[in-house]
């Protein structure tokens, strides 16, 4: 049975988990993004992480709360791509097995990623790959199993992101945050809770998966139409039941946006700060181009930058935005 999550990180899981990842995840810069408005809009670039996203965070301090026994057959998760990527750069630093179970439309960039550095990949059907993520084991499959979202470690070393930004950005007013699974808002709204208890935590979603806004609506956990798109990073069917009671108490709302505001960040970002965030990493920036956010103060997360060339290539030139 899945354990539900009831409380955050606390203040000193979060500072042994900043510690534990010092040797591994960079301290990211705030970069301010250069557009006139009501709202000042700061860039936390967890693109220029070793591994292109915010994941190596949350993997290094789960692989270290692991026992040397845990670790003897090796790890293995279940990702589209990004915590494979932090979980494979772990595993190679310390000559460990890795494997990881990706959905089958996972991006080739991330998946010869995870190759190159020395794991393994397995491709399953999507509704496979989730049943995964909700058992949190895939039968047959040797190696300790760590959760990309629901993991407290990985949560807590997820949660470093927003004590750097309480840190560099004290006066923030709203912090959107892609939401996924909901392991990096929870993280995030855990350690800003202990610092800047002003800021509102904004959850967001990609429109083409929606399944937070529909729970929250009907104040229950909510199946909704999903439909795969360039935004691989983010997006489901359904929350994670054992997630549902932890990220609504952690946010304070969620902005939804479209495919094309999102193509539409990813181009002001290269255009305006040479930047290349990954759909999932944009749809924050997204939000707070889009006005659906008061003004003030924001910091948004641009989360990852793995994205394939040729979709990168597609969303700068075209004129519909590389959508097909």
Request: one cysteine or more.
């Amino acid at each position: 049975m899945t354990t539900i999550l009831a409380h955050r990180p606390s203040a000193a899981a979060i500072r042994q988990a900043r510690e534990m990842i010092a040797d591994t995840a960079i301290r990211t810069p705030m970069v301010r993004l250069p557009v006139v408005g009501p709202a000042e809009i700061w860039l936390k670039l967890e693109t220029l992480q070793p591994v292109g996203s915010f994941k190596i965070r949350g993997a290094r301090n789960a692989k270290g709360a692991l026992s040397r026994r845990d670790l003897e057959d090796g790890i293995y998760t279940a990702s589209a791509g990004n915590m494979a990527l932090g979980l494979a750069w772990c595993a190679q630093e310390r000559d460990l097995r890795f494997t990881a179970i990706v959905p089958d439309h996972a991006p080739e960039v991330k998946t010869r990623a995870v190759e190159r550095l020395g794991g393994r990949i397995l491709r399953v059907p999507f509704h496979r790959w989730w049943q995964v993520l909700v058992e949190h084991h895939y039968e047959g499959m040797r190696g300790k199993f760590i959760h990309p979202v629901s993991d407290p470690a990985v949560i807590a070393g997820n949660a470093s992101v927003g004590a750097e930004i309480a840190e560099d950005l004290p006066e923030v007013n709203h912090v959107l945050v892609p939401f996924g699974g909901g392991g990096l808002v929870c993280g995030i709204a855990a350690a800003l809770r202990t610092t800047v208890s002003h800021a509102r935590i904004l959850a967001c979603e990609i429109a083409t998966a929606t399944p937070l806004s529909a729970s929250l609506e009907a104040k229950e956990c909510r199946q909704v139409d999903y439909t795969p798109s360039f935004v691989d990073g983010i997006g489901s069917a359904s929350l994670l039941p054992e997630m549902w009671e932890l990220v609504r108490r952690s946010i304070h709302g969620v902005v939804v946006v479209t495919l094309e505001e999102t193509a539409a960040a990813i181009r002001m970002l290269v255009e305006r700060v040479r930047v290349v965030a990954e759909g999932a990493g944009a749809v924050s920036v997204a939000a707070a181009l889009g006005g659906k956010v008061a003004g003030g103060t924001i910091c948004c997360v641009v989360s990852g930058g793995n994205i394939n060339p040729q979709r990168l290539a597609a969303i700068l030139t075209s004129s519909e935005g590389g959508l097909g």
